[in-house]
T-cell receptor
């Protein structure tokens, strides 16, 4: 079975540009999570969805960040405009039971 | 908010040695999870614990859910080079808005 699929694996962009990260969860999972990982802060939960509905977005750092889940098999995390401090690894995870998360391979974002 | 403490930040062991890691919290959790992250990949679930005092094994890995529900331990026996990586603990409680809280991880290095 395919795991959580994220794209792109690496993204390099310039400050001010729009960045869109994509995620395909494991088929049949009803929870989807977006995390950000940095050396300083570790793994931070940004937002999570249940049955495509955003449940908790309190971890989204600013209005520049937005996430959507138009259907059960696709989600996006958008940063507009991007800033150098947004540079991090962004992970998508999905689960059937809320606590057993399965992570994708992540998107390494560098904002210059 | 809830925080999980993992220390030390890094551990260095010789191949064949056993290693123990612990994770402590100021709050009670009723679920403990241990994840491993390889370089360039997302965290992978190793062991899940659901009951205080529970001891669960997965191959050379053994994890325990502390009696106080404020800590958990992971033991790796007879370490091998592929055990290298970052080991995260995570805790959660039941409840509609329960989130998984991650520790900052311990980086394990294994000398051949």
């Amino acid at each position: 079975d395919a795991g959580v699929i994220q794209s792109p694996r690496h993204e390099v962009t310039e400050m001010g540009q729009e960045v869109t990260l994509r995620c395909k969860p494991i088929s049949g999972h009803d929870y989807l999570f977006w995390y950000r990982q940095t050396m300083m802060r570790g793994l931070e939960l940004l937002i999570y969805f249940n049955n495509n509905v955003p449940i908790d977005d309190s971890g989204m750092p600013e209005d520049r960040f937005s996430a959507k889940m138009p259907n059960a098999s696709f989600s996006t995390l958008k940063i507009q405009p991007s800033e150098p401090r947004d540079s991090a690894v962004y992970f998508c995870a999905s689960s059937l039971q809320r606590r057993k998360l399965f992570f994708g391979s992540g998107t390494q974002l560098s904002v210059l | 908010g809830q925080q999980l403490n993992q220390s030390p930040q890094s551990m260095f062991i010789q191949e064949g040695e056993d290693v123990s890691m612990n994770c402590t919290s100021s709050s009670i959790f009723n679920t403990w999870l241990w994840y491993k992250q390889d370089p360039g990949e997302g965290p992978v679930l190793l062991i899940a614990l659901y009951k205080a005092g529970e001891l669960t094994s997965n191959g050379r890995l053994t994890a325990q859910f502390g009696i106080t529900r404020k800590d958990s331990f992971l033991n790796i026996s007879a370490s091998i080079p592929s055990d290298v990586g970052i080991y995260f603990c995570a805790g959660a409680n039941t409840g509609a808005n329960s989130k998984l809280t991650f520790g900052k991880g311990i980086t394990l290095s294994v000398r051949p």
